[in-house]
């Protein structure tokens, strides 16, 4: 008998034995999977989105007279620069200091994303219960008119006339384009200097409250370029709390500043660092008597106030003038403007 050849009854013994093998390894394998969805196991799936992601006077007078949704942001790699902080609690991460011209630079591309409840974020560094009242996420193709009053028809502020063509909105940013020497860009959240219509859905900042923003500021040689700020003021029809400069660029440098409804203002320098030319958060809280300021969740001052308690308006301005190395075109964007008060 060839060797190769096995008698009938052995060969039909080994099919049978085979057999029950495989049989018993597919029921193994059924007893594992049923095992693992017993225990409740879940897989977790990337989804992609494609988001969104003063000093003294900031102006002169024109010389003519429901359910909380889930929101998406870009969870980005952070900036080397010693800024770069992450807060869980936040919703928000830090960006990368891409590449910069004497304009500011590109906005930066997100690796990643992330799904964060809008009714969980928190402000950056304050500690505390907060409840959102207030937010602008910039992610339309327009201004929110109902939010924000675009500073136009020649007003002057930081030393430049103000137009509202040069105030835009995509890519999940505010843009603030200084075009010249001669032509601005601003924003205001309520009626500021008698001079413009209050949004009928606009914010006015109590004592108590929190105001965040992000926001990149252009650059020029490493320096903080022309005259961009974001602030706080009173309004017509009160009486003067000051003015809060939370990120001013004076001659080049970040400054974080009050000015006293009289009297000489407080000047005060960010922490060493790049503020300019890559993106960073700003956060504010107003108390009585004083006010602190955080960057990228980092508290970094307490300065003393003579506030009388009346709300302010919040301004966003990308002007011009001799206060920092001059860049034209030059683009102040903004991710988000948010507020909240005490739980």
Known sequence: MPRHKL???????????????????????TLVVAHAAGQGGASTVALSSRHFVGHGRHYQESPSPSQPRLLWHHHVSPSPSPSSSKSPSSGTSGSPGPS???????????????????????????????????????????????????????????NVPMYASNVSESG???KLTLKSSSSGASVVSANQFGDNPAPSNGFRMKVGDVVEARIWFPAANGKVANWPAFWFFGGPNTSAPGEIDLFEGLGGSATCNYHPPS??????????????GSWHTYTVVRHARSFDAYVDGRHFLTQRTSDDGSSMSVILVNGAGQH?????????RVDYVRAWSPA
């Open 172 to 174: 999940g940013s505010l």
């Open 324 to 332: 920092g190395p001059p860049a034209y075109p030059a683009t102040m």
């Open 100 to 158: 910069t011209s004497s304009a500011g630079g590109s906005s930066p591309t997100p690796t990643s994303t992330q799904v964060t409840p809008l009714a969980t974020v928190r402000p950056r560094g304050p500690a505390g219960n907060w409840k959102m009242v207030w937010r602008d996420e910039f992610n339309g193709t327009s201004l929110n008119r109902s939010k924000w009053y675009a500073v136009g028809n020649g007003t002057v502020r930081n």
């Open 7 to 29: 008698p009938v009854t052995s060969r039909t013994g080994r099919l049978v034995t085979v057999s029950t093998a495989l049989f018993g390894l597919l029921a193994g394998l």
């Open 263 to 276: 009297g000489s203002a407080t000047i005060n320098s960010f922490p060493s660092g790049s503020w300019a």
